[in-house]
């Protein structure tokens, strides 16, 4: 379970009889925070309601209101907590940091995936949005993706040139990753993600594949 769900379940558990007002600052943010994602996970966006997230929180609508004027802006201050950065790994290798990624994006985001296609799809019809719009909103304006942060190492180490890319042949593993889980709603097998890289992404950079076992 998130450390900070496991901290707010025992808030709840303590000062919903004792008065939710005594919780100030972060700590109600965090309670906030936690009910919403309990919320939007077990009732979808249509039921990401103010009055769901604060009778789950034991708090008040104001207090919401307060901090997120708008639904949309408590939906993604919500997921931004736990939507968290996927580990890069740095290996000295290309191949090895992509395939370690997407493995470790495997790990974690195929329930996420699963989760936000399915219980945010009202969301996404209602502002006209994707996944992808989401993703984007979700990261720091300027900062690199996954990808292009491996790209960049390999041309710093000199295994790539250093020539301009688009960032659709950049950021294809993933998306091809992503692809996978949608269309499967589970884990993607190592076989796959090993030619996602192999098969698809080095021969569009103009590496070999690494050869047979």
């Known amino acids: ?77 919500t997921l931004a907590t736990y939507w968290r950065p996927i580990a890069i790994p740095d290996t000295g290798s290309l191949r090895e940091d992509a395939i370690g990624f997407l493995r470790n994006a495997d790990a974690d985001r195929a329930g996420m995936i699963t989760l936000m296609s399915v219980q945010l799809g009202d969301y996404f019809r209602a502002t006209g949005t994707s996944l992808g719009e989401l993703r984007d909103a979700l990261l720091a304006p300027g900062q690199a993706t996954p990808f292009e942060i491996i790209v960049g190492r390999a041309v710093g180490r000199g295994e790539l040139p250093d020539v301009p890319r688009s960032s659709r042949i950049v950021n294809l593993p993933l998306d091809l990753l992503r692809h996978d889980m949608f269309m499967t709603m589970r884990a993607v097998p190592e076989e796959a993600i090993t030619q996602i890289v192999d098969e698809v992404w080095l021969p569009l950079l103009a590496l070999p594949a690494a050869p047979p076992a």
């Open 1 to 77: 379970m998130n450390p900070q769900r496991e901290r707010a379940a025992g808030e709840r558990g303590t000062t919903r009889d004792r008065g939710a007002s005594r919780r100030r600052g972060s700590e109600l943010e965090d309670a906030i925070l936690d009910a919403a994602w309990e919320v939007l996970v077990e009732h979808g966006y249509h039921g990401f309601t103010y009055e769901a997230v604060a009778a789950r929180a034991g708090t008040s609508r104001p207090v919401l209101y307060r901090r997120w004027p708008h639904r949309d802006d408590l939906l993604l201050a």
